[in-house]
């Protein structure tokens, strides 16, 4: 499981197009497509460079006024499993 004292940054392994509020990406390598929808493409966006995950949750605690546990309880799962996808490596 990812945890706040990682740092990490989206892989090249895969291509993204922006759709309306969403993101249409696809993994290559897996031939698979995900949609993200605004906070996670928000996320994605974020991780083009190695980021803290402390400071991206910070950054999403004040854009979407959510709570620091609350963040962190529905952020780490996702950043999780794109890790588990190799979407995303630690930097």
């Known amino acids: 499981m990812i945890d706040r004292s990682a740092t990490l940054r989206r892989t090249?392994?895969?291509?993204?197009?922006?759709?309306?509020?969403?993101?249409?990406?696809?993994d290559i390598d897996a031939g698979k497509y995900y949609l993200l929808d605004g906070v996670a493409s928000f996320v994605w966006t974020r991780l083009a460079e190695p980021t803290p995950v402390s400071d991206l949750v910070a950054t999403l605690c004040d854009r979407?006024?959510?709570?620091?546990?609350?963040?962190?309880?529905?952020?780490?799962?996702?950043?999780?499993?794109?890790h588990d996808k190799g979407l995303v490596e630690t930097a």
Request: charged share 25%; hydrophobic share 40%.
């Open 64 to 82: 979407y006024d959510v709570t620091p546990e609350r963040c962190e309880a529905d952020v780490l799962p996702f950043l999780t499993q794109l």
């Open 12 to 26: 090249d392994d895969h291509v993204s197009a922006s759709l309306e509020e969403s993101l249409v990406m696809m």
